[in-house]
């Protein structure tokens, strides 16, 4: 049985995707306004990113089926915790202004969201278990993008927390922290192998 596909626009944001149950609940105006501004301030960067030497990065394969990426949003409770794809990778099947999305910033984007307030009510943060990367323009990225999103979202600032496996990318970040950068303040959470 062939699932109908969803193509339409909305927010500046074009969907072209199987129809999926309740993704209207997740998919709303604001949402995709919202991933609307990131793309359009950080879009290019992250497909800059490209291919790394692992072979992860930017790849038309889109490995995450629609209906996961709708379902995992629409879990109760919803996790404190999301873990996006790497930046780098492109969403096939949401677009801006004829560009794919990142897939990192749709995962990212869409959980923030629609749970970072709920979880500062319930007295806890959102979290991002980053994917493995080994470059600082991939740690300073996403700590922009944390920011830009407490903005945004009118979050206070440091809200948006961290965890990385990467030893490297953790010492990384300590690193920019001593330098005074403003993204270094986020709090970035080494993981014990």
Known sequence: MNTPELSITINGIALSAPRVPRQKEVLT?????????????FGARAAALGVREDGSGADPVIEAS?????????AEPASSIVRPRCLGRREGRMFHRGEA???G?????????????????????????LPPFDREEEVTLWQEIFSRTEQLLELPEG???????????????RSARTAGSTGGRR????AAA
């Open 66 to 74: 629609w209906r996961a990426l709708i379902t995992k949003q629409l």
């Open 159 to 173: 809200t948006i927390r961290a965890i990385h496996l990467n030893k490297r990318a953790a010492a990384e970040t």
């Open 105 to 129: 910033l749709v995962d990212f984007g869409i959980h923030v969201h629609h749970n970072a307030r709920r979880l500062l009510a319930e007295g806890r943060a959102p979290y991002v278990e």
């Open 101 to 103: 999305l990142s897939a």
């Open 29 to 41: 105006a604001e949402a995709l306004s919202f991933l609307a501004a990131l793309h359009e301030e």
């Open 187 to 190: 709090r970035l959470a080494e």
